[in-house]
């Protein structure tokens, strides 16, 4: 019999790990950005707050854990007032206000409701559903936030300079969708192109018209 040198679990694994990091650098170092800009038509000015996503044509991304986000109730207001997130993000609800808020939605894609409550919620609620969700509080009619969840780890929202850039995006073919909370259709998708992102990087710009403000989610006091 040939005695086998004895070796630790650790030294076993250890080429696997190594292998799994050297293809995980080799994947970033393939990795390419696009960066999108968006500009009010009417007006000129940046688009801040437009959601913006990429979803790729060529292949399905690869899966992310769970994400969680927080979305605040401050001044009788929510914050922010646009959230963008993958499917399965749980949220947390904190109210700092010195009253209650009671926090709802009837959108298709998450129906939920927080009764009336103060402090942090027990549970945090998950959006597991794409789609567009309007947020709202039952006591207070001009609290209003927005909540984008899409099916791809690709997606931001725009800076006050109305731009934002996605990062670590394998090359190739995606379909690019943007929404925004003041345009004309605000139930739907406000504009969406299919375009190519070299190793180089990819940049697209978009004009679009906007209404003069959004109804409700600023405190009138």
């Not at 009417?42 to 899966?63: H, I, M, N, Q």
């Amino acid at each position: 019999m040939i005695a086998l040198p004895s070796i630790s679990l650790k030294q076993f694994i250890a080429p696997f790990l190594g292998q799994a990091f050297l293809l995980a650098i080799c994947a970033l170092a393939h990795a390419s950005s696009l960066t999108v800009t968006v500009s009010d038509s009417k007006s000129g000015t940046p688009a801040l707050d437009t959601a913006v996503f990429a979803t790729p044509l060529d292949a399905k991304p690869a899966a992310r854990a769970p994400g969680k986000a927080l979305i605040d109730q401050v001044n009788k207001e929510f914050v922010p007032v646009l959230s963008v997130m993958q499917t399965g993000t749980s949220v947390v609800f904190p109210n700092r206000d010195n009253i209650r808020h009671h926090v709802y939605s009837f959108s298709p894609s998450k129906v939920f409701e927080l009764k009336l409550y103060s402090g942090q919620p027990a549970a945090p609620v998950v959006f597991d559903k794409p789609g567009i969700v309007v947020l709202g509080c039952n006591i207070h009619d001009w609290m209003i936030s927005y909540v984008v969840v899409v099916d791809t780890p690709f997606f931001g929202k725009t800076d006050a300079s109305g731009t934002v850039r996605l990062d670590n995006l394998p090359p190739g073919e995606y379909e690019l969708k943007i929404w925004h909370y003041r345009s004309s259709s605000p139930n739907e998708i406000t504009a969406t192109r299919r375009l190519t992102v070299p190793p180089s990087g990819a940049t697209a710009k978009f004009d679009i018209p906007l209404t003069g403000k959004a109804v409700g989610g600023v405190n009138p006091s």
